[in-house]
């Protein structure tokens, strides 16, 4: 079965192989016949890369319930996508409340949809990952967040960085036009029936407390097709109208760096960053997008912000959030100004609310399994956030941590004070892991001088 596996494995990762040549050939051509790689050996594949606890669509198959005849399953699956027979099901919408008070929809796909979906991101991928620009980092392969926050350090530090344009697109997954991205996509896609799929995918529409809604715009809720899509529609809308844009009436240096449907624009000179912003507002009209006004803003920033706006009376530099980091320009010790990070306070604040929560919910769990989880919940926040300049954020989020775990084992035996003195021992038996920074050129952002 082992040995079966690994040549399925060999197989789907060839023939995409060849897909991605052929698509780096000729960036022009269009792919018309695609749908043949959708197999049994792929889709088997999709399917060991499921989550395996993960919560069922509306046609309530599990990982375990599916895999307990999977061989029969997916001849079936792939028997039916190659008929014309395979039908998407709405995706299972669930309301999950928010830190500020307010919910925000989880989409669930069924299985079945989130096994051909993963068969067809990979296909597609392996032909826009050739096309795809540089400043484009969000959801793909081989690129973080980390990459793109390296990227706008080195635009602050070596583009003569005096402007940026903090851009937000209001709810840019749910204003998708379904016409206009199927438009783009079939510049690079011309086989039929995987365009029939990315529409059937598209309008599936949602179910939610037993009723079924239309999904007129947006992409597909919480499906593994939804953020390749949601790249090919801003490569076309956003990054090629600004490679375009820039050789055309750009006069200075002007840099893009995108993480998925998050973005910021740097500028040399402000003439260039008010032109640019508004003719990104027309583009997104034309595209049938919105720029949210009160979370789009261009503002003074880099190495002579603080002079320039000093001489007109207008004090420090404004700032801005980029992937979870607020960025502000402070001194270093031998007076260069320099653009720092350090962690979002909403993020903090929304981290911070989710662990108490949670840590009451664990609190008559074992100490070994609420101290491994703590450990975890700390090493992975130091994992993102663990960048040069952030530590008095870390620590603060670590003695918080700390105070939120004393809270809640106070909580289980409401007679007993655990005293400072009492939990500072136990956590010679616990210990949780204290603030460490990333081993990552993050630590070492480049002076502005």
Known sequence: MEARQTQSWQTVQENLRRVKEAARRDRRVRFTALLHHVNVESLR??????????????????????????????????????????????????????????????????????????????????????EFEEFSYGFRPGRSPHDALEALSHAMGSEHVN????????????????????????????????????????????????????????????????????????????????????????????????????FVMCFQHRSDAEGALAALKERMSVCKLELHEGKTRLIEFGRFAHQNRARRGEGKPETFNFLGFTHYMGKTRRGDYMMKRKTQSSRLTRKLKAVRERARQMMHRSLPEQHEWLRSVLRGHYRYYGVRCNSPSLKSFYRQVRRIWRDALRGRNRNRDLTWADYDKLLTHYPLPEPRLRNHTLQMPIPLR
């Open 45 to 130: 594949e999709s399917f060991d890369r499921q989550r395996r606890h993960a919560a069922s669509g509306v046609d309530g198959a599990t990982v375990e319930s599916y895999g307990e005849h999977l061989e029969e399953n997916l001849q079936s699956l792939c028997a039916r996508i190659h008929r014309g027979r395979y039908r998407p099901q709405p995706v299972r919408r669930v309301m999950i409340p928010k830190a500020d008070g307010g919910e925000r929809p989880l989409g669930i796909p069924a299985l079945e949809d989130k096994i051909v979906q993963g068969v067809v991101a990979e296909i597609l991928s392996a032909i826009y990952e050739e």
């Open 163 to 262: 402007w940026v344009l903090d851009a937000d697109i209001r709810k840019f997954f749910d204003s998708v036009d379904h016409e206009s991205l199927m438009r783009c996509i079939e510049q690079r896609i011309g086989d039929r029936r995987i365009l029939h799929l990315l529409r059937q995918w598209l309008e599936a529409g949602v179910m939610e407390k037993g009723r079924w809604f239309a999904s007129l715009l947006g992409t597909p809720q919480g499906s593994a097709i939804s953020p390749l899509l949601a790249n090919v529609f801003l490569h076309y809308v956003l990054d090629r109208w600004f490679v375009d844009w820039k050789r055309k009436y750009a006069r200075g240096r002007v840099v893009l760096i995108r993480y998925a449907d998050d």
